[in-house]
């Protein structure tokens, strides 16, 4: 049987999670690609919650689902919290829907009430595996069906045929009669089960193209043959690839690293940089080019170009996205990332000001992946001696091969071209410009260099000692120039 798809042209993409826990980036991935189509389409995106499996719902998952849409900017025109012409959109609240479309399958020969009990059930599949064969409800479908009354499960009739369809992704596809039997609609609790309820939302909410993972192929069989009994069209389907672990040989998992969504914000990255990675697990834009605003994904992204193999998760490369993220922003929005990560006990130093931060910003920037590297530079030492005089080491204040008496004479020097320069002249080129203009009268800069820069930083490894003096000021860059002669002294 060969099933036409839904070629519309009001697209209606879904996202339509369960709320079992946390929004992981494979979930994110669906919502965004169909997202992207909607708007790039100007369609209506929805979100609807699939809470039926009451057992496996997780308190407060689905505001948690809301609350990463929101972060990452996936905005949906209908949804349980802003609602819309399909309301309501929780599952659980639209079962006197499942009921109605139950009805009419249960009128058209395609439905009747399971009629065995668990143990009945058992019997059956322990025969088949005894017959070395697959257990196959339909071969027990009763010849004559009670009314059904909700007490018991109600059962699907499946057609027994052969199924074939296009998928985007992964072009024609098939299956032999062997891959559908009697599935269950609705359970003897009243919850439709996730193989009828979304056909009937989907229905209803005029989707066109549904999105999802590779492990819905195998039942696709099943959802068409649903469509096919009620005498309509399904929507198109685009099975996107699987997001890889490690090494790219398996599903990416929790014991592989799969976060929380929500992580990947309290770690300081940032939405368009998150949205711009996971754009790119699994879809191909043609070019070469690598970093996406939002608005560029929009305009660039085509369903037809969702890849079929596996896209491994690579955080060598989101942090690289990331940095030309944090880069692209506003100077206004880098020191204002760059302030939230402050470590409490540098905000709480007195020196902490708005401009002496406004100022390390280019110097913080260059330096991280992602603003939760400036927790980790301040705990390292690489941020604190810009706000407290470090503490210096004798043996390391002097260049290799100098001896204390000319390293205090380089330091001297240093201290009288700074001293002679004004407050209001006080920057990096009128600070840089005295240094250089001694330092370059030397054999070697090192001597002269290295001694200012440990005095200033009390580290061999940091900015320049322009940018440290310009920054902390000229008071402070004296302050510590006597520190460092004193213990040569």
Request: proline share 6%.
């Amino acid at each position: 049987m060969i099933i036409s798809m839904n070629s519309e042209k009001n697209i209606v993409t879904r996202f339509a999670p369960s709320p079992t826990g946390m929004m992981h980036v494979g979930g994110i991935r669906t919502a965004l690609y169909a997202w992207l189509w909607a708007r790039k389409n100007k369609g209506t995106f929805i979100l609807r919650i699939e809470d039926t499996d009451k057992e496996r719902e997780v308190a407060g998952s689905a505001d948690h689902i809301m609350a990463a849409l929101g972060w990452l900017g996936i905005a949906y025109d209908e949804g349980p919290d802003i609602g819309g012409p399909h309301a309501p959109y929780l599952q659980s609240e639209r079962l006197s829907l499942y009921r109605t479309y139950a009805e009419t399958l249960i009128q058209k020969g395609f439905a009747y009430p399971d009629p065995y009990t668990d143990e009945e059930l058992q019997q059956f599949r322990e025969k088949a595996d005894d017959e070395k064969r697959p257990f196959l409800f339909r071969d027990h479908r009763p010849e004559t069906f009670g009314t059904w009354d909700g007490t018991k499960p109600l059962r699907f009739k499946t057609p027994i045929a052969s199924y074939a369809w296009h998928d985007v992704a992964r072009g024609d596809l098939s299956a032999g009669v062997e891959a559908v039997d009697d599935f269950i609609l609705i359970k003897s609790d009243g919850y439709p089960t996730y193989n009828f309820a979304h056909i009937v939302d989907d229905i209803e909410m005029g989707v066109t193209h549904v999105m999802r993972g590779e492990e819905f192929i195998s039942s696709t069989p099943k959802f068409l043959a649903v469509y096919e009994a009620l005498g309509l069209t399904p929507p198109i389907f685009v099975t996107l690839p699987p997001i890889l672990g490690p090494g790219g040989t398996k599903k990416l998992s929790k014991r592989d690293g799969a976060k929380d969504v929500l992580e990947y914000r309290d770690e300081g990255y940032l939405p368009e940089a998150i949205v711009n990675f996971l754009a790119l697990l699994g879809w191909n834009p043609g070019t070469e080019k690598e970093i996406f605003s939002p608005e560029e994904l929009i305009a660039e992204f085509d369903i037809a170009r969702v890849q079929r193999s596996g896209a491994q998760l690579d955080t060598k490369k989101l942090d690289w996205i990331n940095r030309e993220h944090i880069r692209a922003l506003s100077y206004e929005k880098q020191e204002e990332g760059i302030t939230a990560h402050l470590p409490e006990n540098i905000r709480e130093l007195p020196t902490c000001t708005t401009n002496r931060i406004h100022s390390l910003v280019p110097i913080i920037v260059e330096r991280i992946e992602k603003f939760s590297d400036v927790r980790t530079m301040a705990e390292s030492g690489e941020l604190g001696f810009f706000f407290s005089s470090p503490v210096l080491d004798a043996e390391k204040i002097s260049f290799k091969g100098s001896i204390p008496t000319e390293t205090r004479g380089h330091l001297e020097t240093a201290r009288t071209l700074l001293t002679d320069i004004a407050d209001s002249d006080w920057d990096i080129a009128m600070i840089k410009d005295r240094i250089m203009s001694y330092a370059d009268t030397l054999p070697k800069r090192g001597p002269a260099l290295h001694p200012l820069r440990y005095a200033l930083s009390g580290r061999e490894q940091s900015p320049d000692p322009f940018t440290i003096a310009s920054i902390i000021g000229r008071i402070d860059t004296l302050a510590r120039i006597d520190t460092a002669l004193g213990i040569l002294a």
